[in-house]
């Protein structure tokens, strides 16, 4: 939509340079540029990819930069089995599918009580979660398996009887972290969402919850599904805490599995790749789910015409 | 064994710990005491003092070495009736976290490295005693079992295998310029000059990781000031900024035109890489190195490294250790002890070195037929040394070195000229965090 | 317009106090204005009011327990000598004077963390914006450029350590390939070891992740721009550039405020690339990274690494009053 609203004013843009007829260049210099980038930004990765078909022989003695030898998917197969990455998979997602979205659900609600309910001491709060968010994680690791090691849990929660090396700590610590990020970016969204719905909403007798989770959230889809694209990513990728406060390695999450494909000694770079790649593949699964969500815009304008 | 927390290490064994610890726990709030309940989880397979259940941390995450420590571990649990639950995580995440392990939810057994970096943790009350358990080995040299006690003079750290550092080179690179091995500083430095004549790099050096270049710093200490100044110096006993110190960047400095370029930027594997494909000469490094050599292994030599000062001569090998420890908080002890005891036998040492040939068994029966010709040299190298030393981040206190000496190789690396800066420097920094003992 | 004050229950939800429960709150706020409570009584039910306490409360709870409380413990870490197993002496100020006078890769790590900051919100952050610039309408193979120019943002830690190696390894990387200075006799840049020159290659890395995060932030935050503002401005005769920039960027403000503390924090909490090419040595050094050397590895210094983290606490806390002084003059307009 936006396009067609941009496309009136373009040839106008381009009026200083040239004259009307210049739309198509400027559109196929658009093109040029963006693929550019694109390939620019994609290079990396791509090179990657073709390091992760090449056994280590074949790069090692001709270099990563050269033409292939041996194609092969078996670095994939083998990083797969040799990491224990299925078990590793279950655990990330264990400890980020909840994580995740109980932060959003938090941030939501608590971006809620600050930009629509307008509680007093909203601002305050939102300070509060703001610069939480800003604090260096290292600087709570100690403190905070300190804490962890001291609190009791059930047998049926952990094995281990305490928060420290539980999936329930990491996903607490997560929450508590990310939470300030997402009430931040929510606070800041929903403040520019138009208020009208919610005011008949109130007006209907409708209750916080109804004015929340009915009215005020399916507007933040854009924001949402941006947020849970980086949060996920975040959270997926995270080592810093798993590491700290986690000591049995079946439980570590798969950045970990990564790490058992790093040999103390012998370093096969290619597999490692191969398994990077693995890794990698829910975080952008996710992106080109989610991808639809925050870039298909919304009717947002609707009530204002 | 019951310790709530780190401040507080006082065990208790009365019958009724139990009922008084919940008490105390209900009363403090938040305390609990994982291994006493543990061990009251009855049917949770976890422990007991009586279980048969012994649980083993370990950092042997690549695939071989995993291998290799099942096996030994399956040899255990045939001969004893025992099971043993093995926790691998890799061996980087392990060493991290080894202090949040130890006083967290440690395993009865771990595997750890022999040195300074075992005594501290020794020191620190978080491992348990084994004086016992080495009274019964048999085929432990002195030099081993020396390397395995703490500085209180009981047994800590039960050896598995060792690898040797020394300068490595390819046999028929050696052969077709018809170089002879240098026993000397001045044969050595004479063969890196020849080497450049010949469009060969001398040396392969890479120090990217901040580790491989403290090989180098110690055994030209120990060549040029002698094991015993090497080992106080590690122990902290020494002032860096001591002419004797100096004098070894100095002569490093002498090493530097001979090296590869850009060797901040490598990674040993790299720089072993160049020496595989004989753009470099030689390379000191431990024995692990003939693992990025894949087939071309069997080209691959060594020579022990140059003697400096004829005092010392070549008498001293950094030979680091790597072997198993018993946790302070370990719930099945005395299981825990039949594992370590098991593990000490030749037995144990031959079942993992027929899976991982690289490294080798400290124990005088172990069956070295089996061994490659670079593991019988290796073999040799340290059965002649006089002295073994560990190495700098395993011989000095770990905050030191990882704060302060990975920095200033790396700096002298850069910036050779000013010796006398850094090792002012260094000796600084070292005051101050010798200061915070305790 | 709207009745803005009917519209607003003044309501109050227990201090930050966590999860106070909202009725104890009542009737201090009864006695002060009265008006105001009985409005928020008729506003809120008792279901509300047990809602908002508990839904609030919870992640105030979470927020203060472990990341406030503890962030303060470690600054009361910051004056003993701990080092995480024995009991912790307490030596005042001397980690600090440690550290501003005796641990070099210090100021080199500040040095960085402020280049990083520069470099992210001169370069990476307006390039994020120009790509969502460009990607917020409907093109050809716009889904494919966004997708392209995210991916860098999913890629965990080993992956970047092989990509810095594969592109910028001094002998056979890709770069100095392309550049030809890998032959005999030539001097391939140190794009890796050389300590001067690192730090921007690690930039140029961070800038590449850092502009497909913040195209995406833009990306959603442009969608919730009226579109009618664009098509008024157009109407007015305002060209692309200057309803950008005169229209569609200052409706934006929300999205430029979560932008610009994004930069903020990623140039503070920067960590992951230096750590994965070298370990954040030999000209690689950040506070994060000196702190993880200090408190995480084996090295276990507490009170001192403490120490560094109070440092970048206390940079941190200087972005937070500047952003709490834009926000309370955004309140008051």
Known sequence: MTAIAAGPATPKATGAKGPRAAVAPRRVGLHVFLAAVSLLWLAPLLLAVYASLRPYQETAKYGYFSLPHHLSFAYYREAFTQSGMAQHFLNTLLIAVPAVLLTLFFAS????????????GGFFILILFTAGNLLPPQVMVTPVYELFTRIPLPYWMSDSLTMY??????????????????????????????????????????????????????????????????????????????????????????????NNLKGQYFQDYNLLAAGSVLVALPTVILFFILQRHFIAGLTLGATKG | MATPGPHDRTTSNSPTRRSVLRAAAIGAGAVTLPSVLAACASGSGAGGAGGKTVTFGSNWSDPVPKKGIATAIAGFQASSGYTVKTNTVDHN??????????????????????????????????????????????????????????????????PLYYYPWAVFYRKSVFAQHGYQIPTTWDQYIALA?????????????????????????????????????????????????????????????????????????????????????????????????????????????????????????????????????????????????????????????????????????????????????????????????????????????PDFVSTVMIQALQTFLNNPNDVDGLCNSIQRQKTAIYATEG | MRPKADLEPAVSVGEPTAGAPASAAA???????????????????????????????????????????????????????????????????????????????????????????????????PLGLLFAVLLDRKIRFGRFYQSALYLPVVLSLAVIGFISQLIFARDDGILNTLLGTTGPGQHPVDWIGDPHINIWVVLVMAGWRHAGYVMVLYLAGLKGVDPSL????????????????????????????????????????????????????????????????????????????????????????GCIVAYCMTELREEKS
């Open chain 1, 109 to 120: 609600f608590v971006a809620f009580c600050i930009a629509r309910v307008r509680i007093r």
């Open chain 1, 165 to 258: 090396d539980s999936y329930w700590g990491v996903i607490a610590i997560h929450i508590a972290f990310q939470t300030g990020f997402c009430v931040f970016v929510m606070t800041n969204f929903m403040k520019a969402l138009p208020e009208e719905l919610r005011e008949a909403a109130i007006v209907d007798g409708a209750g916080v919850w109804t004015q929340f989770w009915r009215i005020t959230l399916p507007l933040c889809r854009p924001a949402l599904a941006a947020l849970a694209t980086l949060e996920f990513a975040w959270i997926y990728n995270d080592f810093l805490w798993a590491l700290v406060l986690m000591s049995s390695g079946d439980k570590m999450p798969v950045t970990s599995a990564l």
């Open chain 2, 93 to 158: 995440s392990f060493q991290e976290n080894i202090n949040r392990y130890l006083q967290g939810n440690p395993d009865d057994v771990f595997g750890w490295f022999a040195g300074y970096r075992m005594q501290y943790f020794a020191q620190k009350g978080l491992l348990g005693d084994i004086s016992d358990v080495w009274s019964g080995f048999t085929g432990m040299s002195d030099a081993i079992k020396a390397q395995s006690t703490g500085l209180d003079g009981k047994q800590y750290f039960v």
């Open chain 2, 193 to 397: 000059k020849q080497m450049q004549k010949d469009g060969l790099v001398p040396i392969s050096f890479s120090d990217k990781d901040g580790w491989p270049a403290m090989g180098t710093f110690d055994y030209i200490n120990m060549r040029l000031n002698g094991y015993d100044f090497h080992k106080s110096l590690m122990g902290g006993h020494e002032d860096w900024s001591d002419p004797k110190v100096k004098k070894v960047f100095d002569t490093w400095r002498e090493l530097l035109p001979f090296y590869q370029q850009g060797a901040l930027g490598l990674t040993w594997q790299e720089s072993a890489q160049a020496l595989q494909q004989k753009k470099t000469g030689m390379m000191t490094l431990g024995m692990f190195l003939g693992q990025q050599f894949g087939t071309d292994v069997s080209d691959l030599d060594f020579f022990a490294y140059p003697a400096i000062d004829p005092a010392n001569g070549q008498d001293a090998v950094e030979a680091p250790i790597d072997g198993f420890l018993l946790s302070r908080k370990a719930k099945n002890v005395t299981a825990a002890k039949k594992l370590l005891a098991f593990l000490g036998t030749a037995k144990a040492e031959n079942d993992y070195l027929s899976i991982d040939p690289t490294e080798l068994g400290v124990n005088s029966s172990v069956v070295t037929t089996g061994y490659s010709p670079l593991q019988q040299s290796g073999a040799k190298l340290v059965s002649t040394a006089k002295s073994i030393s560990q190495f700098m981040d395993r011989d000095c206190r």
């Open chain 3, 27 to 125: 009737p201090e706020t009864g006695r002060r204005r009265p008006r105001a409570a009985r409005r928020r009584i008729r506003r809120l039910t008792t279901r509300d009011r047990l809602v908002i306490t508990v839904l609030l409360g919870l992640p105030l709870l979470f927020t203060f327990v472990l990341v406030w409380a503890t962030t303060l413990a470690s600054v009361g870490l910051s004056f003993t000598n701990w080092d995480g197993i024995g009991s912790a002496k307490f030596v005042g100020i001397d980690n600090y004077k440690e550290l501003f006078t005796n641990y070099p890769p210090f100021a080199t790590a500040i040095w960085h963390n402020l280049l990083w900051l520069g470099f992210l919100a001169l370069v990476a952050t």
């Open chain 3, 230 to 317: 664009k098509e008024a401005a157009a109407i007015d005769g305002a060209n692309a550039r200057q309803t950008f920039f005169r229209v569609v960027f200052p409706v934006m403000r929300p999205v430029n405020i979560i932008v610009g503390v994004i930069t903020v924090i990623e140039a503070l909490r920067a960590f992951d690339i230096v750590y994965a090419i070298n370990g954040g040595t030999n000209g690689l050094e950040l506070l994060s990274v000196l702190i993880t050397d200090n408190i995480i590895g084996e090295a276990s210094r507490i009170g001192f690494g403490s120490a560094i983290a109070v440092v970048l606490l206390l940079i941190s806390v």
